[in-house]
C-alpha cells in the first residue's frame, strides 16, 4: 500500500463546485502511489467529463470495480474502457443478468446494464475478473465479493426482479463494496449497500480479523427505510466505532440528515468534487 492514498468523487447525486456535474450515480477515483482504481462509473459519460476537470487521469486507470449490475453504477463503463483500454475489472457473474425496478406507479424499468456497457464488459474478455469471494485488487485494495445477509432488520431485496413481469425478485448477489487499511483504520467504499450496510461491515470484520472500520462512504440504501431501520442501523454503527460517515447517492435525504445529526462533525460530504486523503500504513 502507498504511503498515501486520495479518493476523488467522479459521480454523485450532488455537486457543489463550478464546472462540475452530476447525475442519479455513483463514481469514485481511488489513487494509490501509481495505482489508480475506479470504483463504479455511473450511469453516462458524464464520469469523464468531471474527471477532466478535476484533474484525474482516468486513461491511466489500472483497475474499475464494479460494485453490482444496476445502470447508475455501470453506464460510463464502455466510456471509462474506451479511454483505459488496459484496464482489469472486477465484477460479480451475478451484475450481467437482466435488471428491472417496480416504479411507484406500477410500471416497470429497465435497471440492469446498458446494452453498450454490457458489449464493453464483453470486449473485454480475459481482462474481467469474477468476484465471487474476496479478491485482493491491487495491494492493500480488496474487494468484498459477495456479502452474507445476517441482520434481521435490514431490507436487502426491495422493488428489484429478475424479469420484467416482476415475478422473479432480484437477490442482488452482486453487490459488494471496496475496502483497504489506512492509518487511519479500515475505510469502506459503497456502491449502493443493497446487501445491507451492516451486513457489509461486518463481513469487512470478519474478512480483516476484527480490525476497526474508521470510515464508510457511499450509497447506504436508506432511501425507503422506515425510521425504526435507520435508528438500528446508527446504533450499529455506534458500536462498531465507526468514526466517519460519507453517506452518498442512494442514502437519501432523511437518512443522510439523521446521519448528520447522530454523528456531529463527523460526516463527510461525498458530492462531485469532493476529496479525500488517507495515510497508508
Not at 470504483?39 to 489500472?62: E, H, W
Not at 460510463?76 to 474502457?81: A, K, S
Request: glycine share 10%.
Amino acid at each position: 500500500m502507498s504511503k498515501h492514498i486520495s479518493l476523488t468523487i467522479l459521480v454523485a447525486n450532488s455537486v457543489n463546485a463550478r464546472g462540475l456535474m452530476a447525475e442519479h450515480g455513483w463514481a469514485v477515483c481511488i489513487q494509490t502511489g501509481e495505482q489508480n482504481l475506479l470504483f463504479d462509473t455511473g450511469q453516462s459519460p458524464l464520469v469523464l467529463a468531471n474527471a477532466q476537470m478535476l484533474g484525474v487521469p482516468l486513461r491511466k486507470t489500472n483497475d474499475v470495480v464494479l460494485s453490482h449490475g444496476h445502470y447508475d453504477h455501470t453506464g460510463g463503463l464502455e466510456t471509462v474502457l474506451a479511454v483505459s483500454p488496459q484496464a482489469r475489472v472486477f465484477v460479480h457473474p451475478a451484475a450481467v443478468a437482466l435488471k428491472y425496478a417496480r416504479r411507484d406507479d406500477g410500471r416497470t424499468v429497465s435497471a440492469g446494464m446498458t446494452a453498450p456497457a454490457a458489449q464493453a464488459l464483453r470486449k473485454q474478455g480475459a481482462w474481467v475478473n469474477w468476484t465471487t469471494d474476496v479478491i485482493e485488487v491491487a495491494a492493500g485494495v480488496f474487494v468484498t465479493g459477495k456479502v452474507p445477509r445476517l441482520t434481521t432488520f435490514e431490507d436487502t431485496g426491495g422493488r428489484f426482479f429478475l424479469d420484467e413481469q416482476c415475478s422473479q425478485p432480484d437477490p442482488l448477489a452482486d453487490d459488494q463494496a471496496l475496502f483497504f487499511e489506512a492509518n487511519e483504520g479500515i475505510i469502506v467504499i459503497l456502491g449502493c449497500a443493497h446487501a445491507g450496510v451492516v451486513n457489509t461491515l461486518h463481513h469487512i470484520r470478519q474478512i480483516t480479523g476484527g480490525k476497526p472500520i474508521h470510515t464508510v462512504l457511499g450509497g447506504m440504501h436508506l432511501l425507503n427505510a422506515k425510521p425504526e431501520r435507520i435508528e438500528q442501523t446508527i446504533e450499529a454503527f455506534h458500536q462498531l466505532g465507526i468514526q466517519r460517515l460519507g453517506p452518498a447517492h442512494c442514502t437519501g435525504m432523511a437518512a443522510t440528515a439523521r446521519l448528520w445529526t447522530a454523528f456531529p462533525g463527523r460526516c463527510l460530504d461525498c458530492s462531485v468534487g469532493a476529496r479525500l486523503e488517507f495515510a497508508g500504513i
